[in-house]
């Protein structure tokens, strides 16, 4: 199946199953989305919605009990492991609340292991991590393992990482859950110029200030959709939108 032009990522009606009987739980319930190319798209919500279930599901991290994901027009759903495992290495970068990165590594390395694992040559991933580093402004910490930075410093290590293969999609999951309010300005700033600059990013967020920088907005309840608003990007906060807890 072809996408449709300009479609990025499109699920049709997405569904997870946990347990089964009287303990199953319905995480997700007949989602559909689809995502252009340049978009960004923030998806809000109590805890226990689905939200984040619903950002591993697209991310080929979990298996849809039901349902159909297409990344580019290629059918993810029921792709096999070692295709799911190269499509994450190439087409997808995941930013996670807690960063992920590696401690034994300097955050340049953090920032070239992506590329490297995806086959680049030693030269071309240092490179590239160098030219991420400039972008999110860390240049002169570089050598500074993850220890040695502020949590605001790591998540932008982290969203460099993401980046590393020029990803078609950034999958962010809760970017600004540990960060004081510097930290959370400084991703902020960030995922504003990557809106800009046309990386199609799909964020799950509590933060009004982070879902008020997206495209696009849906309202999660339950494992579904309940609404939907376009923003103008980073001109409108959360609470005058949906009332939601920023």
Known sequence: MTAAAGTVLSAHGLRKDYGKDAALVRAVDNVSLTVAQGESVAIVGPSG????????????????TAGTIELAGEAIDHMPEAGLARLRRHALGFVFQSFHLVDELTALENIELPALLAGASPRTARERAHDLLQQVDLEDRAEHLPSALSGGQRQ???????????PLVVLADEPTGNL???????V??????????GQTLITVTHDSRVAATADRLISMRDGQFVDETRLTGGTRSLSELTGLEG
């Open 180 to 186: 004081d309010s510097g930290g959370t300005t400084e």
């Open 188 to 197: 902020l700033r960030l995922f504003e110029q990557l809106r800009v600059g």
């Open 49 to 64: 919605c689905g939200k984040s279930t619903l950002l591993y599901l697209v991310g080929g991290l979990e298996r849809p």
């Open 156 to 166: 932008r290590v982290a969203i460099a990482r993401a980046l590393a293969n020029s």
